[in-house]
Each structure stands twice: as C-alpha cells, then as structure tokens.
C-alpha cells in the first residue's frame, strides 16, 4: 500500500504568473486521481491548506470523494505505519527518512519525485539522501536521464568530502530511476484547429504567410533562457529564406524590469524578423497560442531548467520543435524526425567554482548564480538558423515533423501511461525494503532528557518510591485546566493514568521499578510520572 505525502504548493503572488514546481505537483496529483489504481487514494498532510489542494485536484480530476483518504503525517506511529511506500511529488524527504526510524521494525521506501535541483537549496535537500537513513529501497524519480546524472555528481562530490573529512568510504544507495513528467494529450489537441489558428493569427496581427516561431514560458534571461540565441537565431533565418519571420513570446517577465532588456536586445538585433510578446492570461488568449504556431522555439541555457514541459506541449499540439540540445530537452526529441537539437556549450568542469562561491559568499542570490552561469553557455545559433531554414521552406516537413512529434506524446508523454509507470516502480521499491531492526535517533533533535542531563539536579531512577500526595477533588481541579494537560498526548492513555493513580493511593505508594512491571507505557510512563509529579499529584517518598 502507497501513500502521497504533500506539502502545499507554493504559488505566484502576482496575477497571470505560473510556477514551474506548481504546474508538475499539481498536474501529476490530477493526473494520479485520473489514472491511478488504488481504491483509496491515501494523502499525509500536516496543514490545513494542503488538504484544501488536494481536494480542489480531486474534484478536478472527477474523483470520488469516497476514495480520497487525508491523514495526519504529524502522528507517525499512527498514520504511517501500513505503509509500504510513502511517496513526494517533489525531492524533499522532509523528515520522513528519520520518522521511519521510530516505526519499531517496519520499514517503508521513500520515493520523491525530482524537479529543478540547483543551487544551495537544492544541494541541501540532496544532502539529506547522505546524511540521513536512507537505503536501497529508496528512490528519487528524475524526469529525464540528465537530471540522474545531476544527481550522481553531486552525491559522488559529497562521498569525496566525507572521505576526506572522515576517512570512510561512502556511497549514496538512493536509486535514481527515469520517468518523465506527462501531460493531457487530449487537452493540447483540442486546442489546435484552423478555426483557432485563423483567430489567434487575427488577434496577432498576422497573415497565413507569416511564419510563427512559438516560445512559451517565464521571459527571464537569469531563471530560464537568455534570449539573445532565440533573436539571433530567428533574424538569421529571416536572411536565410526571406520569409515573413515572427518571433511569438508568450509568458512573463522576471523581474519587471526584464521587460525593457528583452524588448531593447530584440529591436537592436531583429531587423528582418519581428518580435511578439503576449502576455500570459491574456483574455484574447483562453487556449494559449499553440494553434498560432508554425514551429516551436526553445534555446534553454539554465542550469535551473531541468526536463522541459513546454517541448512536449508543442508535441501534443503538433507542432515541429527546434530545442537546445539541453538536460531534459533532449530526451523529447528524435533529431531530425519530430525536431531539431541545436549544440550547446559550456566551460569545462572544474572552471565554475568562482560562480557557486558567489551564493557561498552571499554576492548573488540564487537567480544572480544562474544567470551567471548562463551567460558562459553557448548555444549555436547558425545551427539552430539552419533547423529553421527547412522548417520555413518546407510546409509538408513542418507537418510530418509535427505529426509525429503529435503521435510520440500520444504515445510516451500522456499521464495514462506515466501514472502506471509510477505504481509499477513503487510496487518494484516495496519490494527491497527491510523492516528496521535498530531504530536511529534523529541527532539534529536528539532526546532532550540525553542533551540536556546536566541540566537538572537529578534524575528520575527505579529504585525512587511514590506516592499519591493529592485528594482525588484536588487531582480534578488541576486536570479541568488546559495550561496542565496540553501534553497528554505525550503520556500513557487518560484511562491507565487514572489506574496508576488508583493503585498508588491503593498501595500508599511503589518503587518506580514496580510502575513499570505493572503498567505498559515505556517511555510515556517515564514521561506520564515526570509529569505528575510537576503536578504535585506525585511525591517523592
């Protein structure tokens, strides 16, 4: 049995912006309460607006709300006990790697789900895969083959320093299996159709000879793509063909003031083509421009880029595709079938420590590092003018390309067959794991009564005796205030409390050793006699 344990998502302030972590946790939720096969759809939520998300997706999705189980993932013995596979729409483990630990021989895998994982925030969440429990059975799902290998070089970078700063052989066991992420294929299909074309183009201002090269998504060159590489590439097919070249951009500028730089580089550079930007949410615009399109434009440059949904939405609008040869990009196309690489470059490795000192240094925050590291990323512009070229002066491979490229995300990218991907991968992890036979105590928050022992004057130990030293009238005046039993949660159940206090009054008193011969409990016992002895209801004899 498998588990969702979710965090809210965080979302934009400002009207009309769209994250990318947003739209793949919330896509892949809807697209699990599609095709997913549980009876019940288990979710571990600890915040009020989590639940609110998940039910919104369900509703979405046409779930039944009948099968959606929302349980507490604070209480751990209680509700993640029965299951084999807790599973993160996003890297973060949380704390459920250590949680597990206190499950007293089950043992269940871990599996996330990886999205952009640059910078220091995305290393420490890495970082925790090497320095908590994690085992064999554990996983993180990279959606596409450069991101495992992302990761592989991180981990394999912190085994070196463990090495060097303890002198032990480490390697991560975390498995890095590939699935990419999917859309709803039937939903970009029905955004595409002449009648939608005719009045997208008319909205644009344009004719059916203009030529349309489609970007979509944030307009930054510091978080997402620098876009001198797409005005030079689309003004240099202009020259080539002498074909009425439009460069359509939709999406939103990070900061504001990044509008004015691309609107400025665009007039300096395209002389024969011409740029568009719209905004997104435009009104004009309910279905995107995905029907306005002739080909679809990408030369991502950032290393915060990681699988690439857009390319894949152009593939389920039929459209041919002319990417950078980039991370995830990759993976979607077939050169030269449904699309086109263009060559990137980068500086060698070993040449970039300078540029992650600068957030190590606190000169540049996470979006000043990528940029930075952008700008020393080549993309090949007379190739990607070349793809263009034979797009531009050939209609018939502009649509063979895009009818294959239509039938491949039919094909591989549609949920109905990632969601299945999915379940099989945690029914295979279910599988490797192995019930905890040691429990290992969390030692960012160890046991404060172990920390902190030279605090008090002394302990309690098993040979101190107690007694009752309260009437049962003045036992219930101090338990009817809230200040003296917001703990109980800590102790052993009100039912057996009540029986301890009984046999005590009963007994006029008993060695602590006796307690716990008599009474279950363990460490809440401990915990439940600390407690009433605060009280006063409890006195060392």
Known sequence: ???????????????????GLQVAVLDWLKAWFRHGTPEKFHMLVSEAAGQTEIEEAAKN???????????????????????????RADPDPKNLLWQRQRLEGHDFAFCGLAHAISGIEGGAVLEQYCLAPSNAADAIICPSNAVASAIRAFWSNYADYLRARFGAAFKCPVELPVIPLGIDTDKFTARVSPEKRA???????????????????????????????????????????????????????????????FKKLAQDVCKKAKVIFVASGDPRFPDGLWAAGDIFLSLIDNMQ???????????????????????GYRDSVQNGEDGFLVRSLTPPPGTGHELAELVLQGREIYGGFLAKTALCTAIDVEMAAEALKSLIEDKNKRASMGEKARERARATYDWRHIIPAYEALWKERAKKRAPNRKPIHWPLIPDPFAMYAAYPSAALKESDRLHVA???EKIRL?????????????????????????????????????????????TQLWRTLGWLIKLGVLRLS
């Open 199 to 261: 009045a997208q183009r008319r909205h644009l201002g344009l004719i059916e000879q203009d030529i349309v090269l489609l970007w979509v998504g944030r307009l930054s060159h510091a978080i997402k793509a620098h876009p001198l590489a797409m005005f030079q590439a689309a003004e240099r097919a202009a020259e080539l063909t002498g074909a009425s070249v439009r460069l359509v951009m939709q999406g939103y500028f990070v900061p504001k003031e990044a509008e004015q730089q």
């Open 61 to 87: 999705a046409g779930l039944d709300p009948a099968r959606l189980a929302i349980l507490d993932a604070r209480r751990t013995r209680e509700n993640l006990l029965p299951f084999d596979v807790i599973f």
């Open 1 to 19: 049995m498998f588990a969702l344990h979710y965090t809210p998502v965080k979302t934009p302030t400002e009207k009309n912006k769209i994250f």
């Open 478 to 522: 101090l338990l009817s205030h809230d200040i003296n039993v917001f703990g109980l949660d800590m102790m052993i159940e009100p039912e057996n409390i009540t029986r301890l206090i009984n046999y005590l009054s009963a007994q006029q008193g008993a060695t602590i050793a006796d307690i716990l011969r008599r009474f279950p409990g363990g």
């Open 305 to 327: 880029e990681s699988f690439g949904l857009t390319p894949i939405e152009a593939m389920a609008a039929g459209l041919p595709r002319v990417v950078s040869d980039w991370d």
């Open 470 to 472: 309260l009437s049962a």
